[in-house]
């Protein structure tokens, strides 16, 4: 009788395990780590809240919630979190190894920090201490509606001041940036600065996605994706963060010289480096854009 019990056992062990294998071949395996990731199988892999924590977090943006910033209350690492958990599959921190996921994450909120900061050098802390201290601009010199725009017509009495974590200016980027992220930010672009999940989102979608075609993203150059042609080389375009602000800042930024914007942005991204336990010194080839040509030159600034 035990050795029938023992044969059924082992049939039984058998067909579970076999049925499991299935399973995880037609992709049915899900793992769950709470909040950040969950019913998915992506989430077996390794995730930023692996090698990025909320301590980290707290120390990349020491003044956000200071009683002096303008956003105090607003940004936290879990709407953060959020944010990425949409786009890691796709690569967000997740590209390359831990190595270079960490810098991916580090240069993404250093172009954040410099970029919602309300530091100056004298300031307590330091300059680099005041990242997301904006959610949205504060004395904006004109409503950013481009009237010729037939695409993304600006909404009656709505303005498109800059917004968010990688501040979105001018109502054409409100309407490309709200399709990517499926929200009418055309109609809404206030959302930006009442929603800092949706903030982070729509700046994440920014840089994983070409804002024209026959162009890279900000994370392929960054992680390596992206193989400059000719044409690139001949303009001194490489993969590296300088390419990252060409992507998202053109020429408010690069084709400049060594110009204060630009060497702010690469102090954060480097600064929260050494935060993150990485270190400067792996920040990586081609830094700056300075002598580069813009991927797409513009007339209209900041940010256009």
């Excluded at 120390?59 to 953060?80: C, I, P, Q, T, V």
């Excluded at 240069?107 to 307590?124: E, I, N, P, Q, R």
Aim: proline share 4%.
């Amino acid at each position: 009788m035990g050795m029938v019990r023992a044969a059924w056992f082992l049939l039984l062990s058998a067909l579970l395990a076999a049925a499991d294998a299935r399973r995880q071949k037609g992709g049915e395996t899900a793992c769950d780590k709470g909040w950040e990731c969950s019913g998915s199988r992506f989430c077996c892999n390794e995730t930023i809240t692996d090698y990025f924590k909320a301590y980290q977090f707290e120390e990349l943006f020491a003044k956000r919630n200071n009683s002096l910033a303008h956003a105090a209350g607003f940004w936290d690492y879990r709407a953060f979190i959020t944010a990425a958990a949409l786009y890691e599959p796709r690569g967000f921190g997740t590209t390359g190894g831990r190595e270079m996921s960490m810098k991916e994450v580090a240069a993404f909120l250093g172009h954040v920090g410099a970029k919602t900061s309300c530091g100056y050098s004298l300031a307590d802390g330091g300059s680099l201490a005041w990242g997301l201290c904006y959610n949205h601009e504060m004395s904006p010199s004109q409503s950013y509606c481009d009237d010729s725009n037939e695409l993304y017509r600006c909404a009656e009495g709505v303005e498109y001041y800059g917004r968010g974590a990688l501040p979105v200016y001018w109502n054409y980027n409100y309407g490309i940036v709200g399709k990517g992220i499926k929200q009418d930010l055309l109609k809404h672009p206030e959302l930006l600065e009442q929603n800092a999940t949706l903030a982070f989102e729509a700046a994440i979608w920014r840089w994983m996605t070409p804002m024209k075609r026959k162009q890279p993203s900000a994370h392929d150059v960054f992680v390596g994706n992206w193989k400059p042609t000719k044409k690139d080389t001949l303009s001194k375009r490489y993969p590296g963060f300088g390419a990252t602000m060409n992507i998202l800042y053109g020429d408010a930024i690069c084709g400049k010289g060594s110009i204060d914007n630009m060497n702010g942005i690469i102090s954060h991204y480097q600064h929260y480096l050494d935060l993150m336990g990485f270190g400067a010194q792996h920040s990586g080839d081609n830094l700056d854009c300075a002598d580069q040509v813009p991927f797409s030159p513009s007339s209209k600034s900041p940010d256009s």
